[in-house]
C-alpha cells in the first residue's frame, strides 16, 4: 500500500512538472517554440530562457574605485575604464552606466576624493579597503580590490556583457527544480534633470514589472541612490606628474539609499533639488549628469560563478541617466542650430532650437577663461516661438523656436559659452523634459572700441572740418607773408611756376 502510494505522488510530482515547465508565458505570451535550429549537435534541446518583459533592457552600473595617486590605478586600470566608457559615452542608448568614485590611495594626493567617495569604497570593502576595485551591479561581479580578479579592459568589457544579460534564465532538464525561481526583479526606471541656476531639479520614475519566476510573487524592496556625476574633470595626478581628464567624476549624492516597497505593476516616483557643492576642483554645471540606481535589498548573493562581492551588499538591478530616459521614450534629444553672435559694447547670442516636443526653457553658461575653466557664470535664455498648451490652456513649450541672450562682455575679451536646452516631453504631466547641450564655442570681440555707422560718419566729418579751417590759415598766412615782401616775389614764384609747367 505505501509503496502504491509512492508511486502516485511520483506521478503526481511529474505531471506538477510537466504542467509548470510548459512554454506558457507569465507575461502572456507564449515562450519560442523549439526549431530545427534550436537543436545542439545531437539533436537535443536546448534550454529557452524564461520569457521577460518585451524588449526590456538591463542596464549596469559600474563603479569604479580609482586614485590619481594610486600607481596600480593609473598605471592600467583607470585607463582602460575610462577607455571602456568613452567608447559608449556619446551612445544614446547608454548600455550601461559608468561611475568613477576617487580615493586617496596610494600617495594620498586627490583633489577629487571626498568622504562619500570614500565611504562608498568602504561600503564595498569592509574592513580593508583597497584600489583599484570594480564593482558591476552592485557586486555580482567583483574585479580587483582585494580579490584576485584582475581589472583590465578586456575582463571589465566581459563583466558588463555578462551582466547585461544576468536576468535571464533557462532550464536544466537535470535540475528543473532550480529553473523554478529566478529572483531578478524587472524595472523601468526614468531620470530628468533640469537646471536652476545654483544646481538641478531632478525626478526619477521606477515602475516595478514583477520577476520572470514561476512560482515566486515577490515584492520590490528596492533602494534608489541617484549619483552626481562629472564629465571631464580636470585634475593633478602625482603618479603621472601631470593633470590629466577624468571621465564620470562621482561628486555628491542627490539621493541615497532611499527605500521602498513595490508590488508588481506598481510605480514609486520623487522629484528631488541639488544644490551644486563647494569643491577643490569647481563644478561644472554643463557637465553634471545624475545617474539614478536600484538595488535589490532581497538579493545579496546573487554573483557570476565565483566573482561576486562576499560583502553580501545589495545588487544593481537597473539604472538610468537623463540619455537613457529619452533613449527609452523614443524622445529625440533638442537639437541647437545657428548659433550666431551679435558684438555692440554687449555680447547677444542666438540660437534657432528644434524639438518635436517643443522647447520649454534654454540657458546659456559662459565664461572669459578657457574651454576646461572651472568659473562658469549662466544667463537664461528668452525663448520665442509658436506656444504650445496642454487642454486646459496652460502654455508650457514652443515650437519652431529661437532663444536669445545679452550678457556683458569687455571689448577685446575671449568668450566661452555652451547652451542647455530642455524640451517640453512630459511636462504637462509635471515632468522636467529632456535636456540637450552644444558643444563649447568660442567668441572673440574685435580690438579697439566699435562706433556705429552714424558715429563713423560724425567723426570723419569732424576731422573734414578741422583740416579746412586749417588750411585756409595757411593760406591767409601765406598771402600776407608774400604782400609783405613786396609784389617782386609773388611775381617770382608765378614765374617759377610757369616755367615747371
Same mark, same amino acid.
Given at each position: 500500500?505505501?509503496?502504491?502510494? #509512492?508511486?502516485?505522488?511520483?506521478?503526481?510530482?511529474?505531471?506538477?512538472?510537466?504542467? @509548470? #515547465?510548459? /512554454?506558457?508565458?507569465?507575461?502572456?505570451?507564449?515562450?519560442?517554440?523549439?526549431?530545427?535550429?534550436?537543436?545542439?549537435?545531437?539533436?537535443?534541446?536546448?534550454?529557452?530562457?524564461?520569457?521577460?518583459?518585451?524588449?526590456?533592457?538591463?542596464?549596469?552600473?559600474?563603479?569604479?574605485?580609482?586614485? #590619481?595617486?594610486? /600607481?596600480?590605478?593609473?598605471?592600467?586600470?583607470?585607463?582602460?575604464?575610462?577607455?571602456?566608457?568613452?567608447?559608449?559615452?556619446?551612445?544614446?542608448?547608454?548600455?550601461? @552606466?559608468?561611475?568613477?568614485?576617487?580615493?586617496?590611495?596610494?600617495?594620498?594626493?586627490?583633489?577629487?576624493?571626498?568622504?562619500?567617495?570614500?565611504?562608498?569604497?568602504?561600503?564595498?570593502?569592509?574592513?580593508?579597503?583597497?584600489?583599484?576595485?570594480?564593482?558591476?551591479?552592485?557586486?555580482?561581479?567583483? #574585479?580587483?580590490?582585494?580579490?584576485?580578479?584582475?581589472?583590465?579592459?578586456?575582463?571589465?568589457?566581459?563583466?558588463?556583457?555578462?551582466?547585461?544579460?544576468?536576468? @535571464?534564465?533557462?532550464?536544466?532538464?537535470?535540475?528543473?527544480?532550480?529553473?523554478?525561481?529566478?529572483?531578478?526583479?524587472?524595472?523601468?526606471?526614468?531620470?530628468?534633470?533640469?537646471?536652476?541656476?545654483?544646481?538641478?531639479?531632478?525626478?526619477?520614475?521606477?515602475?516595478?514589472?514583477?520577476?520572470?519566476?514561476?512560482?515566486?510573487?515577490?515584492?520590490?524592496?528596492?533602494?534608489?541612490?541617484?549619483?552626481?556625476?562629472?564629465?571631464?574633470?580636470?585634475?593633478?595626478?602625482?603618479?603621472?606628474?601631470?593633470?590629466?581628464?577624468?571621465?564620470?567624476?562621482?561628486?555628491?549624492?542627490?539621493?541615497?539609499?532611499?527605500?521602498?516597497?513595490?508590488?508588481?505593476?506598481? @510605480?514609486?516616483?520623487?522629484?528631488?533639488?541639488?544644490?551644486?557643492?563647494?569643491?577643490?576642483?569647481?563644478?561644472?554645471?554643463?557637465?553634471?549628469?545624475?545617474?539614478?540606481?536600484?538595488?535589490?535589498?532581497?538579493?545579496?548573493?546573487?554573483?557570476?560563478?565565483?566573482?561576486?562581492?562576499?560583502?553580501?551588499?545589495?545588487?544593481?538591478?537597473?539604472?538610468?541617466?537623463?540619455?537613457?530616459?529619452?533613449?527609452?521614450?523614443?524622445?529625440?534629444?533638442?537639437?541647437?542650430?545657428?548659433?550666431?553672435?551679435?558684438?555692440?559694447?554687449?555680447?547677444?547670442?542666438?540660437?534657432?532650437?528644434?524639438?518635436?516636443?517643443?522647447?520649454?526653457?534654454?540657458?546659456?553658461?559662459?565664461?572669459?577663461?578657457?574651454?576646461?575653466?572651472?568659473?562658469?557664470?549662466?544667463?537664461?535664455?528668452?525663448?520665442?516661438?509658436?506656444?504650445?498648451?496642454?487642454?486646459?490652456?496652460?502654455?508650457?513649450?514652443?515650437?519652431?523656436?529661437?532663444?536669445?541672450?545679452?550678457?556683458?562682455?569687455?571689448?577685446?575679451?575671449?568668450?566661452?559659452?555652451?547652451?542647455?536646452?530642455?524640451?517640453?516631453?512630459?511636462?504637462?504631466?509635471?515632468?522636467?523634459?529632456?535636456?540637450?547641450?552644444?558643444?563649447?564655442?568660442?567668441?572673440?570681440?574685435?580690438?579697439?572700441?566699435?562706433?556705429?555707422?552714424?558715429?563713423?560718419?560724425?567723426?570723419?566729418?569732424?576731422?573734414?572740418?578741422?583740416?579746412?579751417?586749417?588750411?585756409?590759415?595757411?593760406?591767409?598766412?601765406?598771402?600776407?607773408?608774400?604782400?609783405?615782401?613786396?609784389?617782386?616775389?609773388?611775381?617770382?614764384?608765378?614765374?617759377?611756376?610757369?616755367?615747371?609747367?
Amino acid at each position: 500500500m505505501k509503496c502504491q502510494n #509512492l508511486k502516485i505522488v511520483c506521478i503526481l510530482f511529474t505531471l506538477f512538472l510537466s504542467i @509548470t #515547465l510548459s /512554454p506558457v508565458a507569465v507575461w502572456g505570451v507564449l515562450a519560442p517554440e523549439i526549431d530545427h535550429e534550436d537543436l545542439d549537435a545531437e539533436n537535443t534541446p536546448v534550454p529557452s530562457p524564461l520569457p521577460v518583459p518585451s524588449n526590456y533592457r538591463h542596464r549596469p552600473i559600474v563603479e569604479f574605485f580609482t586614485g #590619481l595617486s594610486c /600607481p596600480s590605478c593609473m598605471n592600467g586600470p583607470h585607463g582602460d575604464l575610462e577607455k571602456l566608457w568613452e567608447e559608449d559615452r556619446e551612445n544614446e542608448e547608454q548600455p550601461f @552606466t559608468y561611475i568613477a568614485f576617487h580615493e586617496l590611495n596610494g600617495g594620498g594626493v586627490d583633489d577629487l576624493a571626498t568622504e562619500d567617495s570614500k565611504e562608498r569604497m568602504r561600503f564595498y570593502q569592509p574592513g580593508v579597503s583597497g584600489t583599484p576595485d570594480a564593482e558591476f551591479d552592485g557586486g555580482y561581479i567583483k #574585479l580587483g580590490g582585494l580579490s584576485t580578479n584582475s581589472i583590465n579592459y578586456q575582463s571589465a568589457s566581459q563583466a558588463v556583457e555578462d551582466c547585461k544579460t544576468r536576468y @535571464t534564465k533557462t532550464i536544466n532538464p537535470l535540475r528543473p527544480i532550480q529553473s523554478l525561481r529566478n529572483d531578478f526583479k524587472f524595472v523601468e526606471l526614468f531620470v530628468d534633470q533640469i537646471f536652476t541656476g545654483d544646481g538641478f531639479a531632478i525626478s526619477v520614475e521606477a515602475r516595478y514589472l514583477g520577476t520572470d519566476a514561476i512560482i515566486s510573487m515577490q515584492n520590490l524592496r528596492g533602494s534608489l541612490y541617484v549619483f552626481m556625476v562629472e564629465e571631464n574633470v580636470e585634475a593633478y595626478s602625482t603618479v603621472l606628474d601631470e593633470f590629466v581628464i577624468n571621465h564620470n567624476v562621482f561628486r555628491d549624492y542627490a539621493i541615497s539609499d532611499q527605500q521602498f516597497t513595490l508590488t508588481a505593476d506598481e @510605480t514609486y516616483s520623487i522629484t528631488m533639488e541639488w544644490k551644486i557643492p563647494e569643491a577643490k576642483v569647481p563644478i561644472k554645471p554643463g557637465d553634471i549628469t545624475a545617474v539614478a540606481a536600484i538595488y535589490d535589498l532581497d538579493d545579496t548573493s546573487s554573483s557570476d560563478g565565483n566573482k561576486g562581492n562576499d560583502a553580501q551588499v545589495p545588487r544593481c538591478i537597473q539604472s538610468a541617466t537623463p540619455i537613457s530616459t529619452a533613449f527609452d521614450k523614443n524622445n529625440d534629444l533638442p537639437v541647437i542650430n545657428d548659433i550666431s553672435t551679435e558684438y555692440n559694447d554687449d555680447l547677444v547670442i542666438n540660437a534657432k532650437l528644434d524639438d518635436a516636443n517643443g522647447i520649454s526653457k534654454a540657458y546659456l553658461l559662459y565664461n572669459t577663461e578657457s574651454q576646461n575653466s572651472t568659473a562658469w557664470s549662466y544667463e537664461e535664455m528668452t525663448v520665442a516661438g509658436e506656444e504650445i498648451c496642454d487642454d486646459q490652456g496652460v502654455c508650457y513649450a514652443y515650437s519652431d523656436s529661437t532663444a536669445s541672450v545679452k550678457i556683458p562682455v569687455e571689448n577685446g575679451e575671449d568668450v566661452y559659452f555652451m547652451i542647455l536646452v530642455y524640451d517640453g516631453s512630459g511636462l504637462e504631466y509635471g515632468g522636467l523634459g529632456a535636456q540637450g547641450k552644444s558643444e563649447i564655442y568660442n567668441f572673440t570681440t574685435a580690438g579697439g572700441k566699435q562706433n556705429n555707422l552714424l558715429g563713423d560718419i560724425l567723426s570723419w566729418g569732424a576731422l573734414g572740418v578741422i583740416l579746412g579751417i586749417c588750411v585756409v590759415l595757411l593760406v591767409i598766412i601765406f598771402i600776407t607773408k608774400t604782400r609783405k615782401g613786396g609784389g617782386k616775389s609773388l611775381r617770382a614764384i608765378l614765374k617759377l611756376n610757369q616755367l615747371s609747367n
